[in-house]
């Protein structure tokens, strides 16, 4: 059980700066990967850093990080729509007192406290694309919350122009138009607020759709580190490009097509109560369909922002080698959903705009665990996600589920075609060993053509039995419990499939056999 | 012992592989349990694993310091730069220019500082200008440039730039300016396309420029008319590395220097071939100036040059070649004379960038280049790039408009850089052969 939620001291608050993040995620971490030797020969000889906050079962524990939901146990319709939330979005019975204004960038925006005395983040849908960031940040959310990770509130809401109420202690940033100092922030009028609302709302609706993010309870002490651990955490022992939630997260992530993964888009929350962080991603507004202020582009997700290996291609072939994101054509078929294709998607590379340290470790062992919560939502669980997006156009929530669906399964049939898929051991009788073939049971294998060797050994490594079996239990020979523990080779087969065993260790308890450990060889 | 360069390779891979197995070894404790990435220890099920890279290491030996040693340095730069951006120009931004920004009086409106290519045309080696840029009114403001501008090599240049927008409703402007360039060590090798390298001269040239263009837009269409004022001043060349011209051409007109009064008119028709691909323009402009002599009836000609460019997509996307043709004349009006230092040249960044700046004068020039853009770092934000370029270029001065003859072309190849983003070409690095040199240039302004 990994115990991270130890009482410290406040930690100092974290501002990283994008380009120097860029910058170094791209060029500097890039150049030390490629001249880390131990690191290259492993890869080559097929023994890659594994992760390290794994136990006995190749699993992780319930942690400040990540706690296991669907993968693990099937939510309910009814949790998969509620998501993280506990108010419900903003209270739009009564009145918005706006504490902050935005009017720089694109989409303006402002944070309010509503009746119920909550702060929301109130942002508008882009120009042009109504219900865009607001419906894609909302599902995409609840859809990492179903996964496992930490996420704020989410939620599609309407604002009421005429029951805004402006706070005396209110502040705006605005745009200066002066290069040099582009950014000013002073106290909010009525005039600003009045400006701001006719930019987000040029036609004068009573009623205005807008994205509601609540915020979060604690002290926010800045996004988490890609690289090793944050020092003034002592909770933080391990690396976190070495932990299998962030790197089994790539396979959510390209699931999402969340690209937008800088260390911006986290956060480290501080409860004073308990005195520990709490780990969250944060900003889903660009991802699947949504650029969040337009919307997404074929390249997004084919390709980094500065993607060395596409430009040493474009290099050496003069520019005649085409990549399929820059032919495909940019066609719109539901505004509201943005731009989603599965055509170009390939599971394996799928692409951050940012290198990501934790999705460049990814192995065939984090992807399994990805792929076993990824292929874990249903169809109808996907669909329940979606609806909280709102969405006027049904046939563009349709497409948006067709998409996710789509993309679920291609995950699906690639890693588990690549992986031992056995998976969730457990002892039916004290004699009866019972495992789950992953990849059959969520129909990416037909059960009649697999067949599943297995192989009993000592712990010194002689075979005490061998055999090729249809199903999916294993009957241990009391025989066998003179051995202080022995160990199950389970491998399936299947046409054109070929996987390492995973390993599962017994020991002989006096009420039968009990499963003490799991080992992946993949 | 003599090695092939087989032999050679075979033994420098041994080597390098060699001082890396001990890094490669040292890298990770050597187990049991590390053969399968995570170790169970089986005594005490349901214990957290202990993984390799949780163990103490020992203190890392000096050969292993040794093998990382490419890594420290190549990481080098990056660190600097990093170090910098958080120590350094943040401040200077921060304290030094935008409280200089601050001073200036509130009625001057969208003000700010310009830091601008410092070259001062062709060959004048690295500068920088700074400038300041501004408007005055509200309703209908008049733009305000200033800047200065000083090289290595000692040009400079003075500017100033009034621009009153707003004539005949939206689409005309009148454009006054005041410009002063100082240029000690310009080139000049004769006139014609046979002229030699080893004939190299400088001259010392001063310039002061001002005018008046009216320019009226018209959808795509863009005409201006103009009147302007130059004094020339001509003197000895300032370099000691090659003779005067003075000396070595006492017969050129225009030597004592010049003071020419002229008027002209600009018709250019641009198109955008792909929408925010900067430099993927298409069109035709065509210049046509008289000038004459202030001082008497020594100087007087016309000027004429026809500018086509043309964008042709290549494969798919950004993926483009571009031709460029230039062909300018200057003709002398009855008996009067062409000072020498309006003679159209080529040669140098802007023309033919295998050839010293102002390789080749003469009354008639054409100019052909062809280049084959594509992107190597397509950053996926703004239709910023970094475009990789092939190009070509050919041209010939002449006498006359019938002396031009194919195997007299003076032609250059080349490869190069070229950042840009949607509103236009930020910057450009070139590096072109031709029989004569191999050139490097660097340019902060769009292409050609």
Redesign the interface.
Known sequence: ??TDTQAIPLPTARDP?L??EI??KS??YQ??QA?????G??KAAG?P??A?N???F?EVSNSTWFTHRNGRAPMSLDAIRRGPSRMGGPDTSGVWTVVKGKSAGVTPGFTIMDAKGQRYLIKFDPPGYPELASGTEAVASRLCYAAGYHVPEYSVSYLRPDRLVLSPQATITMET?????PISKRQMTEADLAALLKKANPTGQPRVRVGASRFLDGTDVGPWPYLGVRMDDANDFY?HE?RRELRGLYIISSWLNHADMKEENTLDMYDPEKRYLTHYLIDFGASMGSSSTTPS?P??GQ?N???AK??FV??IT???Y?YGY??APLTLRYPSVGYLENDLFKPNRWKP?YPMPAFENL?R?DAFWGTNIVTSFTDEQIEAAVTTGAFSDPQAAAYLVKFLKERRDRIGRYWFARVNTLDRFEMLDGSTLRFTDLAVSRGYADARGTRYQVEALT?AGATLCKDTQDETTVRLDPAWNTH??VVLSLVPQRQRYKARPVLV?L?PQPNGW?V??V?R?D | MHLSWRQKSLLLGLLLLGAFIPAVWAGYPQSEADSVGVAINLSEPGMIPIHPLLLPRKGRPVWEHAARLPITLLELPFKTTGYLMRKGLNVIEAHHVTARVQQIPPWLVRRHIVVENGSQGDGSGFGVAVGLQGAVGQTRPVEIAVSSALTLRTYQTHALHLRFSGIAGRHGDITGWVEYQARPRENFFGTGAQTLAQDHTQFQQARLHTGLALSYRLSRLQVSGLIDWTDFDIDAGGGQLYPSTISRFPDLPGLSGARLMGAGFEAAYPERLYQGLAGSERGIKVAVHTYWDVDGTRYGFNRYTLTLYQTVPMFWGDRILVFRFVGSMVDPRGKRQIPFFVMPRLGGSTTLRGYADLRFWDRNAVLLNAEYRYPLWDIGWNRTALDVIWFVDTGMVSPTGDGFALRALATDYGAGLRFRTKSGVLARLNVAHSPEMTRFSVKLESDF
């Open positions: 059980m990994e700066k380009v120097l910058l170094d060029f500097d150049i030390k001249f880390d030797l131990p690191r020969a492993r023994k850093y594994e390290l794994v136990d006995a190749g138009g002066d290069k040099r100092a690396s070495h582009t390249r997004r390709a922002s500065f993607d596409h430009s474009r290099l003069l520019g005649l085409v820059e032919k705009m192995t062992r712990p202080p523990h260790y020991k009990r003490i450990g080992r060889t």
